[in-house]
């Protein structure tokens, strides 16, 4: 990390400290030895802390059948582990939250409103993909965006032009780093060490900003807290649909999760919702906006599941190299404005257009220039033609064209510009050579009153041969096709 900024981390006398209680914990989080005796000497002497972990032993969140009445029993139904990683939570959200008060850059009001939303997100994640360690999640969430509050504190002026710049979070990370050298994620991680934050913690904080990894077998710490931040923005705006698209996207690429899961999860945080707001003095929802969460994210998704089995279908459509459509869509194109032609007795041209001399190109030049020269030449001759018009990439170096209500003589104007478009260009190669091409193209028509053609296909042959025939003349030519 920038060593300025870790120093001016290190010296910041604004930056919010922790209570005795946090530090006392901190230690306790960190000693194996840890045991039930040590933790409740130490939590009875907190009122404050008393009774929040008494009214989380006894809230929904941890659905137990026994009640507890006093700390010992509070500890000994949620575990010493628990109690130490809640009881961090709760004190340092109470001393950030009444330190930090308002930042001249940061709303810290809203600021913790996302950063519990991001807990809970974190958790409920963690639930419903079966992990133990539920309250690790929740003080993960809770604590990985800690960074931002360092830079409004530390760096006020310097960091206000760029967190107002933008309210997404990725790109609010890579303006970070781009301005400062570092991201809020390395200064959290500063900061959590210099709390000594248990390291597995301040680690998940930091890695949870990177790239995804190989999906594990179990989904991990990091993942479910990376998917959380995207999680809370959408819990947070449920009739936005870019914060759900990258939701969706990111509980893909970190999680392998559908959007049938999601619906799952954000159950699970509504249900959670009262007793997280409860017990953290926080409100993420008016009660009434809760209530349509999951019906707004439920319609959202069937939505946006729709447009991505659109993107799926219109992806199979299409040339892998060039973008053009492919050949099964040509044939089906075809067939469809066959039939229209006949049906409203239009016309219907097609031209096939095949790239002279190309072997030569890929053997003087590379494939990999060959590649570039095809889908230079598809975005040329879509730069030539009608929305209506499909281009197709039908083989190798052959591209098809179907032309529906185009007559023989106005197609002749279409090819002739194709024609002249693809011989004025002029491709650089990786190593400099500039390189031109030509084609040669083959034209058929099908007309009403000249009711040669049965089928699609007879068109098809009819162009390929005026394309054969362009080529015997010499290429870089047209070719109507006669009926003779
Ligand atoms: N780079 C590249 N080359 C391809 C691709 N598909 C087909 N080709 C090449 O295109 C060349 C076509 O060669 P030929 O069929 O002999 O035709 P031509 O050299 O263009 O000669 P004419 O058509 O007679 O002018 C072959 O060398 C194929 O390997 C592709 O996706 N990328």
Known sequence: ????????????????????????????????????????EHIVYDAALSAKILKIANSPLYKSRRSATNIRQAVSLLGTHTVIVVS???SLTDSLVKKSGNLPVLDSHLFWRRSIATALACRALGEKLKKTCLDDLFLVGLLQEIGILVFCTVMPEEYAPVFSSTNDHDTLLMREREMFGTGHDELGYTLLKQWHIPDYIAMVCLSSHGQPEPKALEPTLQACAATSRYLADYFLNPHAPEK???????????????ESILIDVIDIMKEGLRAVEDLFDVTIHQPSEASGILTAAKELL????????????????????????????FDESLKREFELSIQHQLPLTIAMIDLDHFKRI???????????????????????????????????????????????AVSRQVTHRLKEAIAAISYHSENNSTISITASIGVASYMQDINQFKQPADLV???????????????????????T
């Open 1 to 40: 990390m920038n060593a300025d900024l870790a120093k001016r981390v290190r010296f910041c006398t604004t930056l919010p400290s922790l209570p005795a209680i946090a530090l006392k914990i901190i230690d306790l989080a960190n000693d194996p030895n840890t045991d039930i005796n040590t933790l409740c």
């Open 88 to 90: 961090l939570s709760f």
């Open 244 to 258: 759900l698209g990258q939701l969706s996207q990111a509980a893909r690429s970190w999680l392998d999760i559908d």
């Open 302 to 329: 069937t939505i946006h599941s729709l447009s991505k089995v659109k993107e799926l279908e219109e992806k199979s459509y299409r040339d892998g190299l060039t973008g053009a459509y492919n050949r099964g869509f």
């Open 362 to 408: 890929n053997d003087t030049y590379g494939h990999i220039a060959g590649d570039g020269i095809l889908v230079t030449v598809t975005r040329t001759i879509l730069g030539q033609i009608r929305q209506d018009d499909t281009l197709c990439r039908y083989g190798g170096e052959e591209f098809a064209l179907i032309l529906p209500g185009t007559t023989l």
């Open 461 to 483: 042959k009819a162009a390929d041969s005026a394309l054969y025939a362009a080529k015997s003349e010499g290429r870089n030519q047209i070719v109507e096709w006669q009926n």
